[in-house]
T-cell receptor
């Protein structure tokens, strides 16, 4: 079945540091890949997505590239801000109409 | 748009009591999902509905859990009887995306069973 593995947290960075959160997946077929973000006290919200190999999703300075050869979708940001402190979830979808499979989530804390 | 609305925001109850969680999806969305989030197990899908019909309830932990969607604008998740291990944050999400990929989550219900 489908599964998603994220790097273990928590991750603590200083403001303006470079961020990488690793995500690898196992899936049949060609899934779409996603990053969702959960700010404190809120529900998850979609951050970015990529639907096919070599696609790059981007939003709010975050980027992730769909790497089929390494089955990865690592999240990156060149310069993090305190406001980026949140939990980040990698996810994938299967065939049309099926549910999302989420990773365990990675807690990011950015200190001023 | 008001977003997905869940109530209550917090619920504290005693073991054995019935708990009912409520969700109002975004108008026009035809798929609704119930998730449970815990530190130990992360985010788990409990059940999802499409056009008010339960499609996949394989994530419902046991018979103590039940979910209904009587119409397109309302869903409930009921736990009877509740147990301490049910303590978690319960999220409702909805989408009108036919591939069920872009989900809109509510703010969740923090449930504590003492």
């Amino acid at each position: 079945g489908n599964s998603v593995t994220q790097m273990e947290g928590p991750v603590t960075l200083s403001e303006e540091a470079f961020l990488t959160i690793n995500c690898t997946y196992t899936a049949t077929g060609y899934p779409s890949l996603f990053w969702y973000v959960q700010y404190p006290g809120e529900g998850l919200q979609l951050l970015l997505k990529a639907t096919k190999a070599d696609d790059k999703g981007s939003n709010k300075g975050f980027e992730a590239t769909y790497r089929k050869e390494t089955t990865s979708f690592h999240l990156e940001k060149g310069s993090v801000q305190v406001s980026d402190s949140a939990v980040y979830f990698c996810a994938l979808s299967g065939p049309s109409g099926s549910r999302l499979t989420f990773g365990e989530g990675t807690q990011l804390t950015v200190n001023p | 748009d008001a977003g997905v609305i869940q109530s209550p925001r917090h619920e504290v109850t005693e073991m054995g009591q019935e708990v009912t969680l409520r969700c109002k999806p975004i108008s026009g969305h035809n798929s609704l999902f119930w998730y449970r989030q815990t530190m130990m197990r992360g985010l788990e899908l409990l059940i999802y509905f499409n056009n008010n019909v339960p499609i996949d309830d394989s994530g419902m932990p046991e018979d103590r859990f039940s979910a209904k969607m009587p119409n397109a604008s309302f869903s409930t998740l009921k736990i009877q009887p509740s147990e301490p291990r049910d303590s978690a944050v319960y999220f409702c999400a909805s989408t009108r995306d036919t591939t069920n990929e872009k989900l809109f989550f509510g703010s969740g219900t923090q449930l504590s069973v003492l």
